[in-house]
Every structure is written in C-alpha cells, then in structure tokens.
C-alpha cells in the first residue's frame, strides 16, 4: 500500500516534494521519484511485499516505462510467470513490476489481467503517453486537477492542495449531496477544479489533453447452475481464493472482527490458513447493543488472538483530527469507532482484512431489502404473499417482516421502521422511492434547514434526477439488481470505500476486502435473486456457505445495522461542544448554508433517544469541521 502523486507538465522538484509529504501517513517506509521535463512522479511506500527490493519508481528494461503504485495485484505472480515466458526480465519480486511488463505486452488491456486495489501512473517516454489506471470497485483512490498547462493527480485530496496550484472554489452542488445523502457520489469533489477518477476507469493523457476510459462492468445476465449445490461450491471456491490472495504479505497481518457473518467468515477463513492465531481486533462502548461479546466468542472458537477497543466518552474530541485525514467530509459517526480501532490495530500490523462489500453486493441494505419487499407487496395481493414462497416464514404485513429483519436494538428503531413501513407497500417509481427511503436515515429537511442564499447558488437541487439516470440504464434489471449496481457504483466506491481507505491509510495500515475480489463480485451479481434474499435471510447464499465454518447462531443471526450511542460515548458536555462549536463565527451561518433557527432546535432534540436527527446534526457537525480546515 503507498501513496502516489505527480504531474505532468513542466514543474519543479520543490512542489512534488511538497505533495509528498503530504502523503507521509500512506507511505512512511520509503519515498521515491522520477523527474524529466514532461512529468515529475512520487511513490510514498508503505512495504508490504518484496521489502528488499521493492522500492519505487520501477521500471522495465531500458527504463522507457515507468510506474508509481498504490495498492496490489494479488495474481501477481501468476502473470509474471507467464511474462516471462514471453521473455520479459524482470529485476525484482514485487507486484508492481509487474504492472509495466503487463503493460509493454498487453497495452491498456493489461487491466483486464489484474486481480487487486490499485491506483497507478505510469508513463511510457516513447510515446510520450501517461496511463493512470484505478481498480474496478474503486478500493483505491485517484483524484486530479486539470489546470491550464498540466495535470496533477494524488491518492488524497490534501496532496493536490499541498501543491499550492489548486483553485478551492467550493462545489456547492457537491454540499449539497453531501447534505442529502452523507456522503458526495460521482467524479466531484467539494472543489470545482478538483475531480475523482471513477472505479473501473482509465486515463490517457497526452500534449494536455485527458480520455478516460471504462476498462469494466458488472453483467446482471443470470447464469443458471445445474444444482444448488454448484452455486455453493462455486462461491466457496471463489471466496476461499479471495481470502488465501489477501492474505499474502511479509509484514503482520490480521482482521477486523465485529461478530457479524461477514467478517466472522472472513476470520474463519483465515483461521484455516493460518499457522498461527489470527490477530483479531473489534470495538464496543460497554453497553447491550455491543457485538463485543459476539465477537470474543468468535475469537475464541477459531483460537484467534483477540482485541477490544472500548470509546469513552468526549470522542467528539478526535472529529477535527479525522475529518482532516478524511480530506472530505463523510457524514457518519462511524467515522470515530473506525479511525480508533485502526489506530489501535497498527500497532501491530501493516495489514488487516476487513468485511466491507458483502452488503452492497448481495442487497443486504435496509433501503435495498425494503425496495425488493416493496416491489413484491405492490405487485402481488397479500394472500399471494402469504401462501406463496416469496416470503417464506412471514406471514400477515410489511411491519412484520421488518419486525423480523430487524429485530430491536437494530439501529433503526420503531420510528424507523414506522417510516420505512409507509413505502413498503407503495413502491411505483423506483427513483423517487430509492430518495424517500434514504430520507429515512440521513438527509435534511431543504425547506426548512437550506438557508435561501444557499438555494440560489445550486445548479440542481434535486440530486436524485442524477441517479434517476443511472437507474434508467438498468431498468430491464430486477429492482434488488438495480439498487444493488447503483450502490456499488456509488455508495460502495464514494461512502464504504473511501472511509475504509481514508482511516486505515491515515494509520499507515493496508485494509484488503476479500467480499470484493472482482471475480466474487461477478459471481453474485449473476446468481438468481432469491440467493441473494430469501424469507428474513439476507445475504442468503452467503449465510448457507458459511453455517460449515461458523456457529449456527452466527451465520444466520439477523442483520444488526451498527450505530453511534450519542449520549453514551459524548457526555454532558456535549451540548456546551455544540455550542461553541456553532457560535456566530461558525462557517455553516457565516458562508449561509443552513438557517441558524433550525440548526439551534436540531441541536436540542437531537440527543433525545432520537437516531435519524443524531445522523442529520452530525453529518452538519462534520461539515462545519470540513470548512474550518479547508476552506
């Protein structure tokens, strides 16, 4: 795992250096770079593998090819064998050599070889060509700027700022997804002249000029099996291949471990090929919706070497210091437990495996599993429901089966679940319904929360005419599919995985997601719906592999959404942190983004036992917080 950063334009040693150091955190090990007069590269190194010899920029055999990597090719070696049989030399035992054979032989198509998290550059001087590539979920970040005379390009955001060229001109429309769902989806960032590289893309760029390129996809075409049985050894197969690649490493390794099937099956896996104890690492605030004793018990059945980490209280504290490593602001308070149980794990690893990706993949999302209930409840009478087989075991209302998927304490509460209620049953246009639900959880309230002055400054208010469009290509898909390639695309990649890299790499630990292997991915998103979802068993296919490795209770225990306990883990003192942190020098009144009467009363009720209006006021707390560092 590394950080990577360079431009491409005449420059100067002195700003590079600068964007380096601003990556320090993902690469502490080494730094490396490569100067001409078209581009200058920087690899920030982080050595997981080949630590000998493994340092970067690498090169082929008359160094017209050059390559800065981050991330890994976990099939590595089985491409080098056959390179060198086509006669390629190479020099050291690393995977990123690789990539620059790989591309001598294969040209761009090369990407369609690898298996692995990447995000690299790399420039072939006799064509005088820069090909930046990032891996098909987008496990691996890439943002650039293109400017008058060159192009800059970093793994973060603060990189690109540390050169002192980047114009930081705010994006409102970016705040305002951020406002409306947590998080900001697509290739914008919160500056105008900043942009993300999408997943599964590439770009090529010469005499100034960028073509970006979509190297992937996920095909929905169902692939029907002979037996049941098949479609169970194919995904322990693949998933057993995931793990074993994952974990290939010379430094310390281990997993995150909530108790949960996910990353329970994960440890498992580990567990079997493993010589020694796994090193295991969950966290908990010492209260009953703790999954710590879940995972203790796990820890123990599969002799793993097991961590807790509790939060105190005052953890409000650390929000400054994670929203600067995020470079964007990510409107959850899961934000807090995950930069602790991070900081924690690295010291002693440099590599944990960790359980995001199986949810987004298999449809086991509060919104997503309500969709597909609520498509069925619309398109069939309930008598149907109730003596048919699309819902086994549940038998009179949308309430009971929410009853039964989510089982209190869930996260999402009675409220919750009476809100959701009301769109089960009256689902008729999916674009609309996917932004009622959402609004379930996170978004504020426009009319009465957007200050008027901050209406006026947005091209488009209605973000979900955005994922109306990506919707409308898959309309021919089942609405589980649907839902499951949007999220994917876009929560997986913008919110799951740019949380996930942010608050390991800040720790200078490589996270690895074995759920999302492409060919696992590929797999499920081919296997018929009711693998996926079946009855009150999410992640069907999932749960009936892993009940052979893990305690019953485990694999099919009813999903458990994690949450924050705001009054738990912030203490009295809270409210006087709301207060100063919002007085009249605050940036979200002073910039006019949200009406001071209604952030006043958020404030007050937001602490009361009430979890949606916890989640608006913090994504409005880390907004603040975002703007005080960077703006």
Not at 51 to 70: A, C, M, R
Not at 271 to 278: D, G, I, Q, T
Not at 295 to 307: E, W
Not at 353 to 382: C, R, W
Request: charged share 25%; glycine share 4%.
């Amino acid at each position: 795992m590394c950080g990577i950063c360079g431009i491409i334009g005449s420059s100067s040693e002195e700003i590079i250096k600068k964007m380096s150091d601003a990556l320090y955190h993902r690469g502490p090990d080494e730094v490396g770079y490569y100067f001409s007069e078209k581009i200058c590269l920087c690899n920030r190194r982080l050595s997981i593998i080949d630590l000998q010899t493994g340092t970067q920029p690498i090169y082929n055999e008359d160094k017209s090819i050059v390559v800065v990597f981050n991330g890994e090719i976990y099939n590595f070696q089985a491409i080098r064998d056959d390179l060198e049989k086509k006669g390629h030399i190479f020099t050291t035992k690393t995977d990123t050599e690789v990539i620059v054979h790989a591309y001598e032989e294969f040209g761009t198509e090369c990407l369609r070889r690898f298996n692995g998290d990447f995000a690299f550059s790399l420039y072939d001087s006799n064509k005088d060509i820069t090909f930046i590539a990032r891996d098909r979920l987008g496990i691996r970040p890439l943002y650039y700027s293109h400017l008058n005379d060159k192009i800059l390009f970093a793994s973060e955001l603060k990189a690109l700022l540390a050169s002192g060229m980047i114009n930081k001109e705010l994006n409102y429309n970016s705040i305002n997804k951020y406002l409306t769902l947590r998080y900001c989806f697509g290739t914008d960032t919160f500056f105008k002249s900043v942009k993300k590289l999408p997943p599964a893309s590439y770009m090529l760029i010469k005499d100034n000029n960028i073509i970006i390129n979509k190297f992937w996809d996920i095909d929905y075409t169902p692939v029907y099996y002979k037996s049941y049985r098949d479609y169970i050894d194919r995904f322990e197969e693949i998933f057993e291949n995931s793990v074993k690649l994952r974990m290939i490493s010379d430094v310390p390794f281990g997993a995150f471990l909530s108790g949960g099937v996910d990353s329970s099956f994960i440890v498992a896996m580990m567990a079997k090929h493993s010589n020694v104890p796994v090193e295991t690492y969950s966290i908990g605030f010492n209260l009953d919706i703790d999954e710590t004793s879940d995972s203790k018990k796990l820890a123990n059945h599969f002799g793993c070497n097991h961590h807790e980490i509790m939060i105190e209280n005052q953890s409000y504290d650390l929000i400054p210091e994670i929203v600067k490593c995020l470079d964007e602001p990510l409107g959850d308070s899961i934000i807090i437990p995950t930069y602790l149980l991070n900081r924690e794990a690295a010291k002693s690893l440099k590599v944990v495996l960790t359980g995001e990706g199986a949810d987004e993949i298999f449809g086991g999302y509060v919104h997503q599993i309500a969709m597909h209930y609520g498509s069925v409840f619309n398109k069939y009478t309930p008598e149907f429901i109730t003596n048919n087989i699309l819902i086994p075991s549940i038998t009179k209302s949308p309430m009971q089966l929410l009853d039964k998927l989510f089982p209190y304490p869930s996260g999402l509460g009675q409220k919750g679940k009476e809100k959701l209620l009301k769109y089960l049953s009256n689902i008729s246009n999916i674009e609309n319904s996917y932004f009622s639900i959402a609004s379930v959880f996170s978004p504020i309230d426009k009319s009465n929360y957007y200050h008027p002055a901050f209406v006026e400054r947005l091209n488009n208010l209605t973000v979900n005419n955005e994922f109306a469009a990506l919707l409308n290509k898959n309309r021919d898909l089942p609405v589980l599919n649907q839902l499951i390639d949007l999220d994917t695309k876009y929560w997986l990649a913008d919110y799951t995985l740019f949380k996930q890299d942010r608050l390991t790499m800040a720790n200078s630990i490589e996270g690895r997601i074995p759920y999302l292997d492409h060919n696992l991915v590929e797999f499920v998103a081919q296997i018929p719906i009711n693998y996926k979802i079946n009855g009150i068993n999410t992640k069907y296919l999932l749960r009936k592999v892993a009940k052979s490795y893990l305690p019953k209770p485990t694999a099919f225990r009813p999903k458990r959404a994690f949450y924050f306990p705001y009054q738990k883990c912030f203490g009295k003192n809270f409210n006087i942190y709301l207060k100063e942190l919002f007085n009249e020098n605050s940036f979200i009144f002073n910039m006019e983004i949200i009406r001071k009467g209604q952030l006043d009363y958020l404030c007050q009720n937001a602490l009361k036992n009430e979890l949606l209006q916890s989640k608006q006021l913090m994504s409005i707390i880390i907004l603040e917080h975002w703007l005080k560092i960077y703006s």
